[in-house]
Structure formats: structure tokens, C-alpha cells
């Protein structure tokens, strides 16, 4: 009859698997202990018939269904958002970058054609061609605005006082007006004369006059002593008077010479600047 051990044990022998298709039978040898021992716990367990069971807090396939398996995959996707971001603006950073560099660099390939082209133009223009031409222009433009549109080109013969007055008084203030006061007797007169039909050629915007001393009346004492005599007028007021003009040209001058003796004393311009091509 068996025991109320022999039935406990009995009954705790069901829930586990046993490596032979038939029923556990023990050995004869042993004791109530024995069968006790090994039919336990600790009783020898086939894997492949029966594995073992989970161990404590396993999840199969590694998903938790809980409230904290459930933050933590959201926990998880917001993390993978974040970097996903910081990804896509890191990627974006770099192309702008890139893209500014490209324009960058063709702005300034640009820039520098034109700074090449402007100094191929500031070269073209820097030409001793170019200079005189435009200085030859400017001074036109500044003489026409100054009243010096009107060209000469001869040496006027003044035959009464009168003439001598309007040809100074109803001048163009800015014209330049020379008048050279002669004795046919003195023979540098003529000279004077001679070199006065030339500048006057020279300088078409200078107003060259003659007059006979005793047409402007002139003393006696003076036509022996002050001839040849220049009298220069601007605006109506005398800016040179040169008594015996001998003495600084000699007895033998020339035309040159003259022009030197008047643009040294500040009356005529370089002829460059008057003998101007439109």
C-alpha cells in the first residue's frame, strides 16, 4: 500500500518528461531516499524531448508589451528622429556650403574679366595718342566757353584812334588783344611786323593789332625812344606794355624769338594748346 510520500512523489513525477517511452521504473537497490532524490528536481531531464523552461523575465523575440516596453520604443524612435535630423541638416549645411563656394567662385572669375577689360581700356586710353587728342578737345571746349571761338589769323592795320578803341574796348573779355605801336622808320618795326604776321597764323584766337605812332599819338620824344612797342589788353585793361622791345630781343630777332620774349611774360599760351584740330 503505498505511502502518502510514495503518493506525493508519485504525483510531482508527472509534470516531468522522462527519456524512455515507457513509465520510470527504478532499480531494485534503491531506497525510498534514493527514488526520492531522483525523482525530484534534480531528475535527469532529456533537452530534446522536453527543454527546459524560460527562464524568469525572458520576452520571447525581444519585445516587452508593458507600459515599459512601450516607452522605451518610443524613447528609441524619438532618439533615431533626432539623428536622422541632425543628419539631414548636417547634409544640407554642407551643400549650402558647397553651392556658396561655386558662386563665389564664379563671381569672382566675373569680376576679374572686367577688371581685366578695364584695364585694357585704361591702358587704350593712357596712350600718348589718346592724350593729346583729348587735350587738344578739352581745350577747345574751355576756349569756346571762354569767348574764343573766333579765329584771326592776321595781323589787323588800325588807321584811326577810334579803330584803336573798339578794337580793345568791343573785344571779347577773354580774347587776348596785341597791339603793336610802329614807326615805318625804325627799322625794327618791320621786323616786329613780319614776326607778328606769323604768330598771328600761329594763334588764330589772339587778336594782333598794328598802329602807327602818330595815328595813336605818340609824342615825338617817344617815337624815337619807346619803339617798337607792344601794348597788350584783356577785359579792357592793359596787361603788358613793353617799351623798346629791342632790348630784350636784340637787333636781329625772329618770330621765335618773339614768341618766347611773350610766353615767358605770360601773354601767349604754348600754340599747341590754340592751334587746335576739331
Known amino acids: 500500500m503505498a505511502t502518502l510520500e510514495d503518493k506525493l512523489l508519485g504525483e510531482k513525477l508527472e509534470y516531468y518528461c522522462s527519456s524512455s517511452e515507457g513509465e520510470y521504473e527504478p532499480d531494485e537497490d ?3 531516499g534514493g527514488k526520492a532524490a531522483k525523482q525530484g528536481p534534480e531528475a535527469y531531464i532529456d533537452p530534446d524531448v522536453c527543454p527546459p523552461p524560460p527562464a524568469a523575465g525572458y520576452r520571447q523575440g525581444s519585445t516587452n508589451t508593458g507600459p515599459k516596453g512601450v ?4 524613447q528609441r524612435f524619438k532618439q533615431l528622429q533626432a539623428e536622422r535630423r541632425e543628419e539631414s541638416e548636417r547634409q544640407r549645411i554642407e551643400l549650402a556650403k558647397k553651392l556658396t563656394m561655386t558662386t563665389a567662385t564664379a563671381q569672382e572669375e566675373e569680376e576679374r574679366k572686367k577688371q581685366d577689360e578695364l584695364d585694357a581700356e585704361f591702358a587704350e586710353l593712357m ?3 589718346f592724350l593729346q587728342q583729348f587735350q587738344k578737345q578739352r581745350m577747345s571746349e574751355m576756349l569756346r566757353q ?3 571761338s573766333q579765329n584771326f589769323g592776321k595781323v589787323l592795320n588800325l588807321t584811326s584812334h577810334t579803330e584803336f578803341l573798339n578794337c580793345v574796348e568791343k573785344e571779347n573779355k577773354h580774347t587776348t588783344v ?5 614807326d615805318k622808320a625804325v627799322s625794327a618795326c ?7 604776321d606769323t604768330l598771328a597764323l600761329e594763334y588764330p584766337t589772339v587778336k594782333f593789332a598794328k598802329i602807327c605812332s602818330s595815328v595813336a599819338g605818340m609824342s615825338r620824344d617817344f617815337r624815337k625812344k619807346g619803339l617798337p612797342a607792344l601794348l597788350v589788353y584783356k577785359a579792357q585793361a592793359v596787361i603788358g606794355n613793353f617799351v623798346r622791345v629791342t632790348d630784350d630781343l636784340s637787333d ?6 618773339v614768341e618766347s620774349f611773350l610766353i615767358e611774360n605770360g601773354i601767349l599760351v604754348d600754340k599747341n594748346l590754340y592751334n587746335l584740330q576739331q
Do not use: Q
Open 30 to 32: 534503491d531506497d525510498r
Open 71 to 74: 516607452v522605451e520604443d518610443w
Open 127 to 129: 596712350s600718348e595718342d
Open 146 to 148: 571762354c569767348g574764343h
Open 178 to 182: 596785341i597791339i603793336h605801336i610802329y
Open 190 to 196: 618791320a621786323t616786329l611786323n613780319k614776326c607778328l
Open 252 to 257: 636781329d630777332f625772329f618770330a621765335s624769338d
